[in-house]
Each structure stands twice: as structure tokens, then as C-alpha cells.
């Protein structure tokens, strides 16, 4: 098993500009979710799907879009990317929510100019 | 809004020495999670807790759930260089269904 995969490690952008940042996993989870995490800040909770067809908004969701077509994938988009979106962004999944493990995938580092 | 604050911010300690990081909160969690993360990777699960006063042991990480669970500690004894990372903890929101990640420890172990 690959586990979370996500793509790109890095990116940079121009400020306007769009993307999609991919998330993958192959462990039949029913549960993702995007962070970002921040300096001084811990991991903030950005969309999340509790399955395929289902998203909801977690605490930062502004500025982002998602979608869950399949059970494997959670991409994340950026409509039109600003400065303060910055940030490292982790994809995690997990058989349901509540307290089950969470397992994150690398992370992609995105700098916004 | 829940949330997590950890205590110290950053540690830096010698090998062998022992440590004790903190996890506070004014909000009762249904359950609390630690987490370690190096440069560069995700966070990886340590431990899960979900009953008020639960100690956990792994090996030499204890983890502690308050009684009133709103807050837990971790201890480790005779902290090794492969200790090293930032310490997360996220407690399970009111309705169970998602995290809140506090800010994190960062600790460095010193051989």
C-alpha cells in the first residue's frame, strides 16, 4: 500500500493564479480531509468528505474548493491564490471520523507570491 | 470554537534526560490524540485516549487523559535524539466528528 499520496511537493504560484492540489489514498477510507498548517498554528482543519459525493467546510475553508467523486481521491483547489494562503497543506484519511487513526500523507509546501 | 493549547512551545534537552509537554484546553474532548511530526512529513499517530484519567505507556512515552478530560500530558524518560520533532496533540470535537490540533511542542534531544 502507498498509503496518502499528494502532489506536487512544492509549487509556487502567482498571486490570482489557480490549482489543484491532488490527494490520493488506497486503504478504502471513507474519511479525508485537507489542513493547512502554519507556523505557531498546528494543523487547521480546511474541507473534509465523509464520502464519495459528500464535502463539508471545516474551520478555514475560505479561498478553497473541494470535490469526491471516488473513494480514493480528495483534491483541493485554489480558486484564485493570495499571499495568505502560504502554507504547508496535508491530505489525511481514516476509516470514519471520530477516533480512529488519521494518517497524513507528505504534505505539499505551496508559496503563493 | 475548541481549543488546544500546548505547553512549552519549543524544549531542548539532553539525551537521557527526562520531559513532561502538556496539552490544555478549557473544552471537554470525547478523546485526545498525540501525534509526532519530522521536517518534511505528516504527523503519525502515538497514542489514542478516551477515557478521563487513562494512562497509556509506549515504551518510554506515557500519555495521561485528564479526569475532567480537557486536558492530557506526555512524558517521556530518557529522551533519545530519535525523540526529536514537533509533539501534536487534536482532540475529537463535541460531535465526534472532526480534529483540533493545538500548536505543537517542538523538542530536540541533544546527544
Known amino acids: 500500500n502507498a498509503g496518502v499520496t499528494q502532489t506536487p511537493k512544492f509549487q509556487v504560484l502567482k498571486t490570482g493564479q489557480s490549482m489543484t492540489l491532488q490527494c490520493a489514498q488506497d486503504?478504502?477510507?471513507?474519511?479525508m480531509s485537507w489542513y493547512r498548517q502554519d507556523p505557531g498554528m498546528g494543523l487547521r482543519l480546511i474541507h473534509y468528505?465523509?464520502?464519495?459525493?459528500?464535502?463539508d467546510q471545516g474551520e478555514v475553508p475560505n479561498g478553497y474548493n473541494v470535490s469526491r467523486s471516488t473513494t480514493e481521491d480528495f483534491p483541493l483547489r485554489l480558486l484564485s491564490a493570495a499571499p495568505s494562503q502560504t502554507s504547508v497543506y496535508f491530505c489525511?484519511?481514516?476509516?470514519?471520523?471520530?477516533?480512529?487513526?488519521?494518517?497524513f500523507g507528505p504534505g505539499t509546501r505551496l508559496l503563493v507570491l | 470554537t475548541q481549543l488546544l493549547e500546548q505547553s512549552p512551545q519549543f524544549l531542548s534537552i539532553q539525551e537521557g534526560e527526562n520531559l513532561t509537554v502538556y496539552c490544555n484546553s478549557s473544552s471537554v474532548f470525547s478523546s485526545l490524540q498525540w501525534y509526532r511530526q519530522e521536517p518534511g512529513e505528516g504527523p503519525v499517530l502515538l497514542v489514542t485516549?478516551?477515557?478521563?484519567?487513562e494512562v497509556k505507556k509506549l515504551k518510554r512515552l506515557t500519555f495521561q487523559f485528564g479526569d475532567a478530560r480537557k486536558d492530557s500530558s506526555l512524558h517521556i524518560t530518557a529522551a533519545q535524539p530519535g525523540d526529536t520533532g514537533l509533539y501534536l496533540c487534536a482532540g475529537t470535537d463535541n460531535y465526534g466528528q472532526n480534529f483540533v490540533f493545538g500548536p505543537g511542542t517542538r523538542l530536540s534531544v541533544l546527544p
Open positions: 485516549v478516551v477515557t478521563g484519567g
Open positions: 468528505s465523509v464520502g464519495a459525493g459528500i464535502t
Open positions: 489525511a484519511s481514516s476509516y470514519s471520523n471520530g477516533v480512529e487513526t488519521q494518517y
Open positions: 486503504m478504502n477510507h471513507e474519511y
